[in-house]
């Protein structure tokens, strides 16, 4: 009797277990540094993940602020272990667990945000802000009075060395007298204290305040004063609308779907990507009524020529604050100058260190 | 530094030392009825939270304010139950209360993440705001400066001057002898702790609903275990507390400027400042310990004979 019983639920349990994987969704996974809903890094990437859950035969899930370090790798491991078939993890320091558990699920495919290891299953990607910070520049360098420009930054690293050099090189390009003054917060998420760090640019004359941390909390600052701000990750305006110019905005949705459709297809290659504008993963939110039209127009006119692939952002002559040449004239800098940037161009005033 | 960048940083200075201050004002209190209560940290945030989600239903900031005083209060009666009725650690119970208040409010706090809520804007007081230097430093705040300046001898007055504020002073100084003289020692312990979470709560809400409109977990961000330390600073004394509170506020406010003029020391440097700052502020406390008011019963729980 009881033998027969267990035959029954032997073959029920087959039969459960095969009916799923005849048509089984794609399985993505999503690991967040930060909370969703902070209208930054997180929020832009929740934005590509929504993007692809309307695919048909693709379900997502996500787990947001999970810390850098062991406790990612745990969830990267739950994730693989529930037979997911795609995940994505978007802060720098998931990088080495997220290769550790990749080694130990090799049918799952893992893709790492903005660092630099790949293995057979996973690929890393990560995209050219710089172009868009840039034109920021240019807006920023067209709209202020004072030719103080303020730029309130995270963490003295490569990334944002790289933005803050050209959002330099775009305010210069239209603004030679233009200088940029630069305040570290060592923060990527804190209102109060990147709040007080714009309060201070202020203070010493800056009229346009950029950012390159994730809380709106700078733009409130700039709003406070009657100065213009230029935001970051996201359209920001709805927290400064009297202030907010444009800001540099990521786009990951397509993207997400091109490595969906590889998986599903099995033609995905484990590859190190650096898009730009011309793959729309970065891009400059719409510019406000504030700026004027000439200025839309030139900022326009640029971005097309850096989608076009025509126009580089560093190109020679560039000197850094010492007055060393750094790119010589007529040359322009490699991606491997790039990602190992470590000095600011004349015309910032601050320290790298 | 010339004139116009030194007016706004002490102006700033007030701004960033406030909620220090009150949360400072409050571990006076709690510390003077002989309980040490280390979890300004935990009872900040909530009263931030409390403050910023009552701003966000009601709209009306003055009652978002007041809620977060209620709400570091009951947090604050935690530990007045802990400690008070069952007489457990008074360290421990407070640091549990930290880290339970953080973890409660990132909790709660997370879908609020990225939304503002209304708050108080800069208020400039009539007449004294166009006095010279003095008046853009001090009189073109926001309300909740004012009131924390006001809490300051407030709480002078009722420590010093007030019946019951010498009742609290004697249940921490002797609580026996405090009891035979025929005071409820467990009572004023309650009103110390449950003031102190109070006036906690107000520091918290400064940050939610003055310094920013933003939410985020961790917007404390050690602000709590700085009030405690400046207590040690102060001297259990009011008018020291605002001297600490805004020198600290002062030395976050000095370092982002440093930055912003453009001097070319290292950042890393110029951020530990407060950091430093509150090291020094110890070993200094600890070698004039001879002349601090410190209560002989802090941190000695009480056992009434029934």
Redesign the interface.
């Known amino acids: 009797m009881s033998r027969r019983i267990v035959g029954v639920l032997c073959c029920l349990l087959l039969v459960l277990s095969a009916a799923p994987t005849m048509a089984k969704d794609l399985q993505v996974g999503f690991v967040y540094v930060s909370p969703i809903g902070d209208a930054g890094w997180s929020y832009a990437h929740d934005q590509g993940r929504l993007y692809i859950d309307k695919l048909d035969g693709v379900t997502t899930s996500y787990v947001e602020a999970v810390p850098e370090g062991p406790d990612s790798e745990r969830v990267m491991l739950n994730m693989a272990r529930k037979n997911y078939d795609l995940i994505f993890a978007t802060s720098f320091g998931y990088m080495d667990p997220m290769l550790k558990v990749a080694k130990k699920f090799p049918k799952t495919t893992f893709m790492h945000c903005s660092g630099y290891k790949t293995a057979d299953n996973m690929g890393n990607y990560f995209g050219r802000m710089y172009q868009a910070r840039y034109l920021s520049g240019m807006v920023a360098g067209s709209m202020t009075k004072s030719n103080i420009l303020g730029y309130a930054a995270a963490f003295p690293i490569p990334e944002v060395i790289r933005g803050i050099n050209a959002f330099t090189l775009g305010a210069q390009a239209v603004n030679p007298d233009v200088q940029v003054r630069v305040v570290w917060t060592k923060t990527w998420y804190d209102p109060a204290t990147e709040k007080e760090a714009a309060k201070s640019l202020l203070d010493v004359g800056a009229d346009v305040i950029a950012q390159h941390q994730d809380s709106p909390g700078p733009q409130e600052a700039a709003q406070e004063k009657g100065v213009y701000s230029i935001g970051y990750n996201s359209d920001m305006s709805s927290f400064a609308p009297k202030s907010h110019l444009c800001a540099p905005v990521w786009n990951w949705g397509p993207y997400y779907k091109e490595v969906v459709d590889a998986v599903r297809a099995g033609t995905f290659k484990p590859e190190a990507v650096w898009f730009g504008m011309e793959h729309g993963i970065v891009d400059l939110s719409p510019m406000s009524d504030m700026v004027p039209a000439d200025v839309q127009k030139a900022v326009l006119a640029k971005k097309e020529a850096i989608t076009s692939g025509q126009a580089k952002i560093f190109v020679g002559p560039i000197k850094d604050q010492a007055g060393k040449e750094r790119v010589p004239a007529g040359q322009t800098a490699d991606d491997g100058a790039l990602l190992g940037m470590d000095y600011f161009i004349q015309g910032v005033i601050g320290t790298t260190e | 530094m010339n004139a116009?960048?030194i007016i706004?940083?002490l102006a700033?200075a007030i701004q960033?030392g406030t909620p220090i201050l009150y949360a400072t004002l409050g571990e006076i209190l709690t510390e003077k009825a002989g309980v040490l209560n280390l979890g300004v940290e935990g009872m900040m945030i909530t009263g931030a939270l409390a403050a910023f989600v009552t701003a966000q239903v009601t709209g009306h900031p003055a009652l978002a304010f007041l809620m977060a005083g209620l709400v570091g209060a009951v947090v604050g009666g935690i530990h007045a139950l802990v400690c008070l009725w069952f007489l457990g650690n008074q360290v421990v119970s407070g640091l549990a209360l930290t880290i339970f208040g953080l973890g409660l409010a990132d909790y709660l706090g997370?879908?609020?993440?990225?939304?503002?809520a209304p708050g108080f804007d800069k208020l400039a007081l009539p007449l004294v705001h166009g006095i010279p230097v003095l008046g853009p430093i001090v009189f073109q705040q926001d309300i909740l400066v004012y009131t924390a300046i006001i809490m300051v001898p407030l709480v002078w007055f009722f420590l010093e001057k007030c019946r019951w504020g010498l009742n609290l002073r004697a249940v921490g100084e002797h609580p026996e002898a405090a009891a035979a003289a025929g005071i409820n020692v467990l009572r004023y312990r309650w009103i110390g702790i449950l003031g102190g979470g109070c006036l906690a709560g107000f520091g918290g809400a400064y940050?939610s609903l003055a310094?920013?409109?933003?939410w985020?977990?961790n917007?404390t961000?050690g602000r709590g275990w700085i009030a405690v330390a400046l207590v040690i600073f102060a001297f259990w004394r009011p008018g020291r507390a605002l001297l600490g509170a805004y020198l600290f506020g002062g030395v976050?406010?000095f370092q982002?400027?440093l930055?912003?003029?453009?001097?070319?020391?290292?950042?890393?440097l110029l951020?530990m400042l407060p950091y430093f700052l509150t090291v020094l502020v110890l070993v200094f406390s600890s070698w004039k310990s001879r002349q601090t008011d410190a209560p002989a019963a802090l941190g000695v729980n009480f056992e009434p004979n029934d």
């Open positions: 116009e960048l706004p940083l700033a960033s997370t879908p609020l993440i990225g939304q503002t940050l310094y920013t409109h933003l985020t977990s917007l961000g976050m406010a982002l400027r930055q912003a003029v453009g001097t070319h020391l290292p950042s890393s951020l």
